[in-house]
T-cell receptor
Framework: KAGVTQTPRYLIKTRGQQVTLSCSPI?????VSWYQQTPGQGLQFLFE???????NKGNFPGRFSGRQFSNSRSEMNVSTLELGDSALYLC?????????FGQGTRLTVV | DQQVKQNSPSLSVQEGRISILNCDYT??????FLWYKKYPAEGPTFLIS?????DKNEDGRFTVFLNKSAKHLSLHIVPSQPGDSAVYFC????????????FGPGTSLSVIP
């Protein structure tokens, strides 16, 4: 069974640009959550999607948005990038109380 | 409001000694708890879990203890090894939604040789 797949693995963008990250969950998992990890900040919850609906949202500005498709694949978009958005972005799919993470996308904003 | 808390951002332990990572939660509805381990540049991986009907679960060097009355759980690693150096995340799920897993901010463990 394939794990959670995130693309791309690495990304470099300049300030002001926008970026779209992709996450393919484990087959059969309908819940997809996104997290931001920065040094010293731990896992910061961005949002969670379930059956194409945003079910929960963390405390991030509106520049951070996401969506989920009918096949449960999810995308996360960040507009007007800032230097502070540089982080590892992790996606997790969940089923029956256990979350499985992808390897993440390392975003660097210069 | 953070529902899962890990109040120690970092912890250093000598090799061979016991590592104790703590986690507190606020929502009494949580009924399943998990610990994840994360190495740099990798996604977190599942380590060990415990159901709210138990107070202890053991897997090799890793033991998780749950104190429901105190809404507290802890992960014990005995003996600690340098390869255990990683960030450890505590997580919990709600009875009403087993698809939703809520994570704590993590504790960075350094095991010193």
């Amino acid at each position: 069974k394939a794990g959670v797949t995130q693309t791309p693995r690495y990304l470099i963008k300049t300030r002001g640009q926008q970026v779209t990250l992709s996450c393919s969950p484990i087959s059969g998992h309908r819940s997809v959550s996104w997290y931001q990890q920065t040094p010293g900040q731990g896992l910061q919850f961005l949002f969670e999607y379930f059956s194409e609906t945003q079910r929960n949202k963390g405390n991030f500005p509106g520049r951070f948005s996401g969506r989920q498709f009918s096949n449960s694949r999810s995308e996360m978009n960040v507009s007007t990038l800032e230097l502070g958005d540089s982080a590892l972005y992790l996606c997790a799919s969940s089923l029956n109380g256990e979350a499985f993470f992808g390897q993440g996308t390392r975003l660097t904003v210069v | 409001d953070q529902q899962v808390k890990q109040n120690s951002p970092s912890l250093s332990v000598q090799e061979g000694r016991i590592s104790i990572l703590n986690c507190d939660y606020t929502n009494s509805m949580f009924d399943y708890f998990l610990w994840y381990k994360k190495y740099p540049a990798e996604g977190p991986t599942f380590l060990i879990s415990i159901s709210s009907i138990k107070d202890k679960n053991e897997d090799g060097r890793f033991t998780v203890f749950l104190n429901k009355s105190a809404k507290h759980l802890s992960l014990h690693i005995v003996p600690s090894q340098p390869g255990d150096s990683a960030v450890y995340f505590c997580a919990a799920t709600l009875k009403t939604s087993y698809d939703k897993v809520i994570f704590g901010p993590g504790t960075s463990l350094s095991v010193i040789p």
